[in-house]
């Protein structure tokens, strides 16, 4: 069982930021941590001609549970204009796609019952060099719920950065690290415009 508060030391560095708040929130796992609080806004802000400023709240390789225990400190007191959720990839190492797509979904009511006038985007899984067959299986389930979710939600948006990643059909472009999973600066670099105008249009 994961325990909890094992990202504490990321939430306190969070934390040590003000508290803006009417901007667009990232919230979620690795993506969102290994871009960086200050670069992911001036990534985007750049990339949109100043109209995405966002706060960036990822943190470790979070799981929902863990996305929702720390909710009421990283996400509400920030009244977002918008919400960016990357959520599920980590959940499917040890659960059901089903299992990761309820604890999604009830994360996401939240977010409506606390902002119900508000865009909220999630962050489809995506493919990567390094998903096992089985765990990219369940990752392609979890998106075909996410779709079906989104259809009957106009307040629910989809964000797939699967078009970016690929050079070509079946070939994957030079932006993961040795991992296989996580982006290079570089990568992050080459994405942001795609990010941002796909954002600008989504919200």
Do not use: C
């Amino acid at each position: 069982m994961i325990k909890l508060d094992r990202f504490s030391g990321e939430i306190e560095a969070i934390e040590r930021h003000p508290v803006e708040q009417g901007k667009v929130l990232l919230y979620g796992s690795s993506f969102f941590a290994f871009w960086g609080y200050e670069r992911a806004q001036k990534q985007l802000s750049q990339a949109s001609g100043g109209a995405l400023q966002v706060i960036n709240h990822g943190f470790g390789g979070a799981v929902v549970s863990e996305l929702m225990y720390y909710y009421n400190r990283l996400v509400k007191p920030y009244a977002p204009k918008a919400i960016v959720f990357r959520t599920g990839h980590n959940d499917v190492w040890e659960l059901s796609a089903q299992e990761a797509f309820t604890l999604t979904k009830t994360l996401f009511d939240w977010a409506k019952h606390d902002f119900p006038n508000i865009p909220l985007v999630a962050m489809k899984a995506f493919d990567h060099p390094s998903a096992l067959p089985e765990n990219l299986e369940k990752l392609h389930q979890y998106n075909e719920m996410l779709e079906a979710l989104a259809q009957q939600d106009s307040q629910l948006r989809l964000l797939d950065i699967n078009p970016f990643l690929y050079e070509k059909e079946g070939v994957f472009r030079d932006v993961f690290r040795e991992d296989g999973l996580h982006l290079t600066d570089a990568g992050y670099e080459q994405a942001k415009d795609y990010l941002a105008q796909t954002l600008l249009k989504l919200l």
